[in-house]
T-cell receptor, first 110, second 113 residues
Framework: QKEVEQDPGPLSVPEGAIVSLNCTYS??????FMWYRQYSRKGPELLMY????GNKEDGRFTAQVDKSSKYISLFIRDSQPSDSATYLC??????????FGPGTRLSVLP | EAQVTQNPRYLITVTGKKLTVTCSQN?????MSWYRQDPGLGLRQIYY???????DKGDVPEGYKVSRKEKRNFPLILESPSPNQTSLYFC????????????FGPGTRLTVL
């Protein structure tokens, strides 16, 4: 079993839809959780960072962490074509290096 | 502009021909790392460095070398590249190992024939 699992997609949604992206993990030592967005032919860029269970909101994006279930989610409201990208979850334990999920490719259709 | 730069962006080479991919950051970051990205496997860490002259192996270090002689530069060296090292490589930096944000370079697409 991989340490971090993520549905690779592709996921296609119409503009304006609510998008739900998810990762599951197996290492209970993970304490810090991140979502990165990667556009085609670009490096990943940090979207959201959380270090506790619960929700964190930033504009149209909400990150949710459920440590008891070892499950994290990223919700995108009112999705736009400019949100079309690959979304990577990443996580790490205290003093450890990052572990990335394989990424979910999202297409938002106009 | 704060950034991480990598060169070259694209490289096609042959098996066994030594190559170096350069990485430089202008943010005075202590922590730098190299990743490779392969379909279905995501980003996997090759090597990292917590400061000048301090480097350590990541998850997939075989076939790679690194050095950190200056804070801003962290080159990745492939002494004898093989086809299984064909991949997309990213350099990243952050203020320190536990920092919230890693800044990624634009990537280097390497093909080894």
């Amino acid at each position: 079993q991989k340490e971090v699992e993520q549905d690779p997609g592709p996921l296609s949604v119409p503009e304006g839809a609510i998008v739900s992206l998810n990762c599951t993990y197996s290492n209970s030592a993970f304490q810090y959780f991140m979502w990165y967005r990667q556009y085609s032919r670009k490096g990943p860029e940090l979207l959201m960072y959380t270090y506790s269970s619960g929700n964190k909101e930033d504009g149209r994006f909400t990150a949710q962490v459920d440590k008891s279930s070892k499950y994290i989610s990223l919700f995108i409201r009112d999705s736009q074509p400019s949100d079309s990208a690959t979304y990577l979850c990443a996580m790490r334990g205290y003093g450890q290096n990052f572990v990335f999920g394989p990424g979910t490719r999202l297409s938002v259709l106009p | 502009e704060a950034q991480v730069t990598q060169n070259p962006r694209y490289l096609i080479t042959v098996t066994g021909k030594k190559l170096t991919v350069t990485c430089s950051q202008n943010m005075n970051h202590e922590y730098m790392s190299w990743y490779r990205q392969d379909p279905g496997l995501g980003l996997r860490q090759i090597y990292y460095s917590m400061n000048v002259e301090v480097t350590d192996k990541g998850d997939v270090p075989e076939g790679y070398k690194v050095s950190r002689k200056e804070k801003r530069n962290f080159p990745l060296i492939l002494e004898s590249p093989s086809p299984n090292q064909t991949s997309l490589y990213f350099c990243a930096s952050s203020l320190h190992r536990g920092a919230d944000t890693q800044y990624f370079g634009p990537g280097t697409r390497l093909t080894v024939l």
